[in-house]
């Protein structure tokens, strides 16, 4: 079982930027889709997009465009980079991994790291 570590959030400004990191551990992280997910307050755990093993990706519609996900397979860390950050986009935000595309697609862990906060904000 992967074990994750996320860091990087913080409070910003709606149009800044921020890059938050997740160190995955435990587990041959080269064979993992890795994907990142966010919960807003009130709501329920969303997914934000995936990297696959050899680097391609997908987002979901309100973040294209603006967020990048990247890997690297030596330091073991997926990134995901934030940027014309909006209001909404406030929430806590989380790593996964799984070989499988579609668990990780649905979220379906049954554990998570301690995530990272980040605050859209005037």
């Known amino acids: 079982q992967v074990q994750l570590v996320e860091s990087g959030g913080g409070l910003v400004q709606p149009g800044g930027s921020l890059r938050l990191s997740c160190e995955a551990s435990?587990?041959?992280?080269?064979?993992?889709?890795m994907g990142w997910f966010r919960q807003a307050p009130g709501k329920s755990r969303e997914f934000v997009g995936l990297?696959?093993?050899?680097?391609?990706?997908m987002y979901i519609d309100s973040v294209r465009g603006r967020f990048t996900i990247s890997r690297d397979n030596v330091k073991n860390t997926v990134y995901l980079d934030m940027n014309l950050l909006r209001p909404e986009d406030t929430a806590v935000y989380y790593c996964?991994?799984?070989?499988?595309?579609?668990?990780?697609?649905?979220?379906?862990?049954?554990?998570w790291g301690q995530g990272t906060q980040v605050i859209v904000s005037a």
């Open positions: 996964n991994g799984d070989p499988n595309k579609a668990t990780v697609l649905f979220g379906r862990f049954d554990s």
């Open positions: 435990g587990s041959a992280f080269d064979s993992l889709i």
């Open positions: 990297i696959s093993r050899v680097g391609g990706v």
